[in-house]
């Protein structure tokens, strides 16, 4: 049976019903905010607006992780990432950071963070070790090759199979290492290193991730998988980036992480509604 709770840094999240997960970039070349809250005061006040609409964690991060983005030197990621923790702080909202790097999960476990969010899956040199004190929540996410390279010629014989069994088998080697699995999530990676087609074959076996323990997490807010279907510029997939998030959790995802945090709360209120209808207790 999957997990019903996260632990995270300073206590339990309850899984029970779906949890928002907002994006906070304080990036100059997100794929689809990029630049806009590059100021600190402007990504405070959009890191506000996601809290006052709902949402259940904050994700702040200070490295696009878009195909072709710019590396950033550590310093640099800590310099954007750790102020605006620092004024999130008072919100009493979990915060999570998204980076790779040691030296920023530090700083941001330092600065409050309840959660490091990692593409890479803390497979880092150091990654471990920087995380397995703190008692931090940990998101790790699947990605094939690097996001420089990873949109050129993804390829999978059973990209679910094989997403799954690398997800599981970071778990258990950072179990291994002595990182407790009821910190840790899942997440596919949606549009890390695979085609539109893998996308939705992911999301559609999304259940089968499900069923192998440890909750899963789905961040198709806005992906081009999106665009690629409904024909729209980033902008204006806020629709399609809904029915997105409450697909994955009808199939069982318990974190949407999610750049419309106020038209993701509505339709899953509407999920839960319909779910409590049926007389399946708590969604
Ligand atoms: N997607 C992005 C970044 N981080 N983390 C997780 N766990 N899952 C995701 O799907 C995921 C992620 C890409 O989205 P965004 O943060 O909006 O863009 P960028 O990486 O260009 O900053």
């Known amino acids: 049976m999957t997990a019903t709770s ?3 840094a300073g206590g339990l999240l309850d899984l029970s019903r779906p949890l928002i997960m907002g994006i906070v970039n304080v ?4 794929f689809s905010d990029g630049g806009r809250f590059l100021d600190g005061s402007a990504a405070l006040a959009q890191a506000q607006r996601l809290a006052e609409e709902g949402a259940d964690i904050l994700d702040v991060g200070g490295e696009s992780t878009r195909p072709g983005a710019a590396d950033v030197p550590v310093d640099v990621e800590i310099a954007r990432v750790v102020p605006l923790l620092d004024a999130l702080r008072p919100l009493r909202i979990p915060l999570s950071v998204d980076t790779s790097k040691p030296g920023v999960m530090r700083a941001a476990l330092d600065a409050g963070a309840a959660i490091v969010n990692d593409v890479r899956a803390l497979q880092a040199e150091g990654a471990a070790d920087a995380v397995r004190e703190s008692g931090c929540g940990l998101v790790l996410m699947h990605m094939q090759g690097e996001p420089r390279t990873m949109q050129a010629d993804p390829r999978y014989d059973d990209v679910v199979r094989e997403v ?10 950072l179990a291994a290492a002595g990182i ?7 997440d596919p990676g949606f549009g890390f290193g695979k085609t539109v087609r893998h996308n ?9 991730l499900v069923a192998r323990g440890r909750p899963v997490l789905a961040g198709l807010s806005r992906k081009s998988m999106l665009g690629a279907v409904t024909g729209r510029a980033v902008g204006d997939r806020v629709p399609a980036s809904v029915a997105a998030a409450i697909l994955a959790v009808e199939r069982g995802a318990r974190i949407v992480r999610v750049h419309d945090v106020a038209a993701t709360r509505d339709a899953l209120q509407v999920w839960t509604a319909l779910r409590e209808e049926r007389g399946e207790g708590q969604a």
């Open 6 to 8: 996260w632990r995270v």
């Open 200 to 208: 939705f074959t992911l999301l559609r076996g999304l259940p089968a």
């Open 27 to 30: 990036t100059p070349d997100s």
């Open 180 to 186: 407790a699995s009821e910190r840790i999530v899942v």
């Open 164 to 173: 799954g069994e690398f997800l599981h088998g970071r778990v258990a080697a």
